[in-house]
């Protein structure tokens, strides 16, 4: 699977849009990106994933760069339940038996 | 929506005793997996498997093993407890390996 990097942490006003970004620069050309968060003493909680196309569903917007290097999870209107850690993940879809890799994640914190 | 539960929220065992982390799923999902996760060092894999009675292990089963004798119930043993196995433990299940729901977790102290 392509190695991800995120930024350790960042803030975001409550009301306001976060925007989380991740690097994926040696995706290859069948490996989906997933997001996931983590709220502290839960289980991590799938959020959305793309291939090429800029996706939204109810929970936030995924947006993929042309040349799928990089892209930005977006969560329009942060409010405090927001506050988590949130993982990038590149593999191919359904790539049989090999489990899912979390790597640090970004810790967002979401201020009143 | 899918259920995951874990037996536990809280466990507190004495080093040296056999410990039996519990997870049961209601979708009838193939793939059922555990995860430790450990301030520093994000969530690592211990075990997993893909059907019943079915096992594969993980980047760290030292000190674990594994049960699973009906689809919906994935077993974590901890054969002999150490403090250094003093943790979240996480159990998700899926029916795609990418699309993973979690338990709550069962916070683990050995003392």
């Known amino acids: 699977d392509a190695k991800t990097t995120q930024p350790p942490s960042m803030d975001c006003a409550e009301g306001r849009a976060a925007n989380l970004p991740c690097n994926h620069s040696t995706i290859s050309g069948n490996e989906y990106v997933y997001w996931y968060r983590q709220i502290h003493s839960q289980g991590p909680q799938y959020i959305i994933h793309?291939?090429?196309n800029n996706e939204t569903n109810e929970m936030a917007s995924l947006i993929i760069t042309e040349d799928r290097k990089s892209s930005t999870l977006i969560l329009p209107h942060a409010t405090l339940r927001d506050t988590a850690v949130y993982y990038c993940i590149v593999r191919p879809w359904n790539s049989g038996n090999t489990p899912l890799v979390f790597g640090k994640g970004t810790r967002l914190s979401v201020i009143a | 929506d899918v259920k995951v539960t874990q037996s536990s929220r809280y466990l507190v065992k004495r080093t040296g005793e056999k410990v039996f982390l519990e997870c049961v799923q209601d979708?009838?999902?193939?793939?059922m997996f555990w995860y430790r996760q450990d301030p520093g060092l994000g969530l690592r894999l211990i075990y997993f498997?893909?059907?019943?009675?079915?096992?594969e292990k993980g980047d760290i089963p030292e000190g674990y093993s594994v049960s699973r004798e009906k689809k919906e119930r994935f077993s974590l043993i901890l054969e002999s407890a150490s403090t250094n196995q003093t943790s979240m433990y996480l159990c998700?299940?899926?029916?795609?390996?990418?699309?993973?729901?979690f338990g709550s977790g069962t916070q683990l102290s050995v003392l």
């Open positions: 979708m009838d999902h193939e793939n």
């Open positions: 498997s893909y059907d019943v009675k079915m096992k």
């Open positions: 998700a299940s899926s029916l795609l390996t990418e699309k993973l729901f």
């Open positions: 793309g291939l090429k």
